[in-house]
């Protein structure tokens, strides 16, 4: 995940900003830069690769100024690269930032006259706001101009030529702090950042702004009305991770997932191309492919299957780690084994692992922590690249998790001879639609929180769905169970007649997944069943399964349009929310619910 640092200081920055880029390493990266004003003029130096890089660069190439921003970036729109690395800048501004700029492509339609120097989106919020400077606007302005017309979850800081005593900080669905110090201010990423610097932090609202001065911060919402938001004294011991503004961790790493999608699926794309490490696998000497994990990432599996037979016609069979091994399953010397652990310490996974390294062919693990004992025990290791994940009920873990087994599907039906150039291609292109999809996902929160209330009072809640939206389901129910301690049950639909019927009443809230495909009519026939037993049905479709199906039912959420094959990505964003705001209306520890932990270190 991208981090952001800027200090309007007293004393030289370049030294502070690299301090605070340390403290963002966790969060992963693959360049880092800053920028500085010195006597009015705006200068910047970047490097690939680690901090050592800049700081060594620094040496020989000092950067003086006594107001700065700096940046660590993950690669999404564009590859590591030099030209990529922010911050970004013309000759009188310079940007950096976390998150997706959705809408960028259109902006740099409007911004034919640019020059191009990155293939960023970040890089047109700098020329956009360029441009108003242009136009005559002072630097508040047109950075205040410049937000009007961007689409995405961001956060941002600007720098002035000419300004030594301005920074323009904004987020939107990127969190974003501003820090007080004794005549000096500060903005980052998170408290982390600044802990050395200041404990008094205020944390930016979702679409505010705010102009940062040594005397203070003016911040403004989204409307432009003037805002009044609290500080807080942050405990030293209490700064290591923080909620970003979120109330709990985990509504902070499901708003992140856009970001962290979008960094997922480019790190394993190039060029219209999956680009997963050919010569360490290869699916042509596959007969069978064998999916381990525990979990959440269980049922990551449970979905990858639908994709890999469905996509490379390649067999597989899933398991649950702590059952894998003592079933004694056949594996043979052309199977491979692939084991999905957010941790990479899940010690049933690893036990599962540990006994079929010597009888597969070929053993892979998708991680969280390419450092992990499961990463370090594979053949190879395919990081799914989530950043640090606080909440105990997996998030962002999942859907990234799915974005490296779509495109290892995508992998092994091409080796296998099942798509062609073009048809990769195609696949490519709508999975690195998703992260603007979720982004849509993410605003029918409020419609979600509302809607929660009465499933916080049912005693059962059922989720229903069919082909690979079955097991989202069971991941729907897991979540809501997990954090709210309502008995919930995920059912492919078809299979409600055959028993889990018998719960359904009128006081039974059933969520069904439902994207207009080819299994949608039998859905809705299913549903149907539902109803007619006064089960309270809450439909979750997009716009055409809405016209079609929404008489009589309870709610309907109506979801983004999406290519059926990866629906399962997209319709995680609102059982998560779900399961999330039931919680919240309950009362209970979301972020650490009771008898549950983070990793799994014990059988």
Known sequence: MCGIIGVLGDREVAPILVEALKRLEYRGYDSTGIATVQNGILDRRRAVGKLVNLSDLLMHDPLPGKSGIGHTRWA???????????????????????????????????????????????????????????????????????????????????????????????????????????????????????????????????????????????????????????????????????????????????????????????????????????????????????????????????????????????????????????????????????????????????????????????????????ESTIARESDLALPIKAGIEVGVASTKAFVCQLGVLANLAILAARQRGQIGAAQEAELIRILQGLPALTSQALALDDTIRRHTGTLARAQTVLFMGRGAMFPLAREGALKLKEISYINAEGHASGELKHGPIALVDKTVPVVVLAPRDGLFDKTVSNMQEVMAREGRVWLLTDRDGAKQASDGVWKVLTMPVIEPLFAPILYAIPAQLIAYYTAVHKGTDVDRPRNLAKSVTVE
């Open 76 to 370: 999404t729109h564009g590859g590591p690269s030099e030209a990529n690395a922010h911050p970004h800048r013309t000759g009188r501004v310079a940007v950096v930032h976390n998150g997706i700029i959705e809408n960028f492509r259109e902006l740099r339609m409007r911004l034919n006259g640019a020059t191009w120097e990155s293939e960023t989106d970040t890089e047109t919020v700098v020329q956009l706001c360029a441009n108003y400077l242009d136009q005559g606007l002072p630097p508040r302005e047109a950075a205040a101009e410049t937000l009007k017309h961007l689409k995405g979850a961001f956060a941002l800081a600007f720098l002035f030529q000419g300004e030594d005593d301005l920074i323009v900080a904004a987020r939107t669905g990127s969190p974003l702090v501003v820090g007080y110090g004794q005549g000096e201010m500060y903005v980052g990423s998170d408290a982390i950042t600044l802990a050395p610097l200041t404990n008094m932090l205020t944390y930016l609202e979702e679409g505010d702004y705010a102009f940062v001065t040594r005397a203070g911060a003016e911040i403004y919402d989204h409307a432009g009305r003037r805002a009044n938001r609290d500080m807080q004294r942050i405990e030293a011991q209490k700064a290591r991770i923080d909620k970003g503004g979120y109330r709990h961790f985990m509504a902070k790493e499901i708003f992140e997932q856009p970001t962290v999608l979008a960094r997922c699926l480019g790190h394993y794309t190039r060029g219209g191309r999956v680009v997963i490490h050919e010569g360490e696998v290869d699916f042509t000497q596959t007969d069978r492919l064998t999916l381990v994990a525990c979990g959440t990432a269980y049922y990551a599996c449970l979905v990858a299957k639908y994709w890999f037979e469905k996509l490379a016609v390649l067999p597989v069979d899933v398991d649950i780690a702590s059952e894998f091994r003592y079933r004694a399953p056949p594996i043979s010397k052309r199977s491979t084994a692939l084991f999905v652990s957010q941790s990479g310490e899940t010690a049933d996974t690893l036990a599962a692992l540990r006994h079929v390294r010597d009888k597969a062919a070929t053993v892979l693990s998708v991680v969280n922590v390419s």
